[in-house]
Each structure stands twice: as C-alpha cells, then as structure tokens.
C-alpha cells in the first residue's frame, strides 16, 4: 500500500491508499523537534499492527524541498534537514519522495478528475496563493524546486503592496485572503456597503457579493481579473488541460470561478482560450493522494 502524507502547520494527514482511494487516516501533531520520528513511527505502527505492506512513501510539505532533502518548511521552522537518514531507521527498505504540498495537492486533484485529465495546474487561493503544475501525470517541481508558486507572479501595479517574499505588487497581495481583506480596507470608504469594516474576513467580503453588496462586487471583480490575467500569461507557458482553483476562498464557489473565467477569456491569447478552470473537488484529501503518486 501507498503512503501519501500532508504536512500542515498544526497537525499532519497520513492516508494509507490503495487503487487512488484513502483507506485509513492518521492525523499527528505537528512538532518541529520530534516532526519526521512522530511521522514514522504512527506509518509502522499502524502497518505492523494491520499486516500492512507499504509500497512507498510520499510526502507534500509546506515549503521547499528537493529529493529528501527540506531547504526550508518556514511556518514549522524546520530548516536543513535529510529526511532519508531519519527514515531509514523505521524503513530502510522503502524509498521516501517529496514535493511542495501545492505541487502535491495539484497531483491529487488531477488523479481524482473523472476525465482522465493528464495536465493541470492548481491554484490555492488561502492566506497565501500556491499553485502546482503536473505535466503527463508527474509533478514539475522545477530546477529551483519553486515551480508553481503563482502567487508571486507581479500583477497588480495599482497597488504595489509589499509582499511578504519581499517583492511588490505580487498576485498574493491581493488575491489571498489576506489580500482581499487588505483590498477592502483600502476602498471601504468609496461604495455602498452592508459589510461589517471590524470583522471583516475574505468570506464576509464575497458572502456580501453574492448580495450584490458594492464593495464586495468591486472585490470580487478586482480579484478575478488579477486571477484571470495570471492564468492567462501561466497557460502561455505551461499549456495545461485544465486549472483547479482550490484552498478557502475557492468556497465563495461559482460565483468567484465563473468571473476568473470571464477575465480569463479577456486576457488569453485567442489558441488557449478552450481552457477549462474549475473548482478542486478534494479539499484537504489532495495532498495526501497527490503525495501517495509520487512514485
Ligand atoms: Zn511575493
């Protein structure tokens, strides 16, 4: 059987997968010390205890990573770490594969899509934007292992906001979540609005727009075409079947697809405007499944 794995900030998935289905789930805490061991050891655990014969073992992790070896998981503060000597004590018989958690999620998005779809990029709208590319069913991750990371790509010159990476102007400044709240506050006093300034999340924000709320339309709007301009010049370069748009504000749902779609159209050269954007169907199981098909 397959292992696929997705680290998170606070706690890591583990699914035991068979046939591109999920059998069993493991959930640990993450813990930055202790991270890999605490890993392992829940995988031989459970195998030894249900006869299980493990195939593989793939992980998506949130940062950069190149074969077994972490450069940096910044929002774990792992930094400069070989996992193969660590796994090499519980397996030593089974290989370890990585790859960016987008990059993993993009993967499984595109093994679970119904029209045997063989090229994909996925993009993860949440606090930050990521993104994955699969190219023939494998993971690009790139000679810099940073491929996908369409939220630094600069698209918003009105602005120009500082990003957290250190450039301006960059995609994530604006369509994240943060971003959009960020958005909000700077032009709250222009329209007519019913959204609530103290509490304002990126949900209330496009919750509003569904109401046709002023303000949230404009946001909406204002993200979609940084969206859809994006996309447009990534599918010059990559030319993929299909884009996933995935992560928490992907739930605002049609109403924020079919717009990105719309500007999509605008901005695309006339021979790729067929591309299909749709919304991830796999939430949190992506990158498991996605990590499981590494190898
Ligand atoms: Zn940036």
């Known amino acids: 059987m397959r292992v696929g794995i997705d680290v998170g ?34 995988i031989k ?27 940096k998981l910044p929002n774990i503060g792992i930094y400069d770490l070989d996992i193969a000597p660590i796994a090499n004590k519980y397996f030593p018989n089974i290989d ?19 029209d045997n779809v063989k090229s994909a990029y996925m993009i993860t709208l949440g606090t930050g934007v990521g993104g994955g590319l699969v190219i023939d069913s494998k993971v690009i991750n790139g000679f810099h292992a940073n491929c996908g990371e369409i939220g630094h790509i600069y698209v918003d010159f009105n602005h120009n ?43 209330s924000i496009l919750d509003a727009a569904k109401q046709n709320d002023e303000l949230g339309l404009f946001i909406l709007n204002y993200i979609s075409e940084s969206l859809g301009r994006a996309i447009a010049t ?8 299909r884009i996933y748009i995935g992560g928490g504000v992907s739930d605002a749902g049609d109403i924020l697809i079919n717009r990105i779609r719309d500007y999509y159209k605008k901005y695309s050269h006339y021979a790729i405007k067929d591309l299909e ?17 590494l190898f």
């Open 277 to 293: 954007i749709t919304k991830a169907k796999l939430g949190n199981d992506a990158g498991m499944l996605g990590a499981a098909y």
């Open 45 to 71: 655990k459970y195998a030894e205890d249900n006869n299980i014969d493990i195939t593989g073992i793939g992980f998506g992790l949130p940062g950069h990573v190149s074969n077994t070896y972490i450069d």
């Open 161 to 203: 906001y500082q990003c957290t990476c250190g450039l301006k102007g960059c995609l994530e400044t604006v369509a994240s979540a943060t971003g959009i709240v960020r958005l909000a506050n700077e032009y709250y006093n222009q329209f007519n609005t019913k959204i609530d300034k103290k509490n304002m999340t990126a949900k």
């Open 234 to 241: 990534i599918e010059l370069c990559v030319d993929v079947e």
């Open 9 to 42: 900030g606070t706690t890591v998935k583990i699914g035991f997968i068979d046939d591109y289905k999920i059998i069993h789930r493991l959930v640990v805490e993450t813990n930055k010390d202790t991270l890999f061991d605490d890993i392992f050891i829940a």
């Open 96 to 114: 370890i594969y990585t790859t960016n958690d987008a990059n993993a999620a993009a993967l499984g998005e595109l093994l679970n899509d119904k």
